[in-house]
């Protein structure tokens, strides 16, 4: 278990979460052992998280959320935040949070190009964590 990575996203966007996804697996170092399980939306991803922390110890939870007209851009960006933060200290995983909560969705075509790719800095993240 100790080099597997669970990358967990979201279809809902689909364009802009695989060029995050493709993202992370190019900016992972090659130790690791990367297997994808996709969600409908970004709500989904605590729950398939949650089925498969112990098969895993760390996750990417890849998802854009984007701001409409109600209040449930600031429910679900909060719920899925504090979800992922509550699943990682109880039960002593690492869940990296590519979760992107933006406006647009150029704001969140812009943070998954080849220059800035959110999902790039997540596999940094584990990178620098667990091979220094």
């Given at each position: 278990?100790?080099?597997?990575?669970?990358?967990?996203?979201?279809?809902?966007?689909?364009?802009?979460?695989?060029?995050?996804?493709?993202?992370?697996?190019?900016?992972?170092?090659?130790?690791?052992d990367?297997?994808?399980?996709?969600?409908?939306?970004?709500?989904?991803?605590?729950?398939?998280?949650?089925?498969?922390?112990?098969?895993?110890d760390?996750?990417?939870?890849?998802?854009?959320?984007?701001?409409?007209?109600?209040?449930?851009?600031?429910?679900?960006?909060?719920?899925?935040?504090?979800?992922?933060l509550?699943?990682?200290?109880?039960?002593?995983?690492?869940?990296?949070n590519?979760?992107?909560?933006?406006?647009?969705?150029?704001?969140?075509?812009n943070?998954?190009?080849?220059?800035?790719?959110?999902?790039?800095?997540?596999?940094?993240?584990?990178?620098?964590?667990?091979?220094t």
């Amino acid at each position: 278990m100790k080099n597997k990575i669970a990358i967990v996203h979201s279809d809902y966007y689909q364009d802009i979460s695989q060029s995050l996804v493709d993202g992370f697996m190019k900016s992972i170092h090659t130790s690791f052992d990367c297997n994808t399980y996709n969600v409908e939306g970004s709500w989904e991803l605590v729950y398939k998280i949650n089925t498969l922390i112990g098969e895993y110890d760390k996750f990417v939870a890849i998802g854009i959320i984007v701001k409409g007209e109600t209040d449930h851009y600031e429910y679900l960006s909060s719920a899925i935040a504090n979800a992922l933060l509550s699943m990682t200290t109880a039960n002593n995983v690492y869940i990296s949070n590519c979760v992107l909560n933006v406006q647009n969705l150029q704001q969140a075509e812009n943070r998954a190009t080849e220059e800035r790719n959110k999902g790039s800095e997540s596999a940094n993240a584990i990178n620098n964590l667990f091979l220094t």
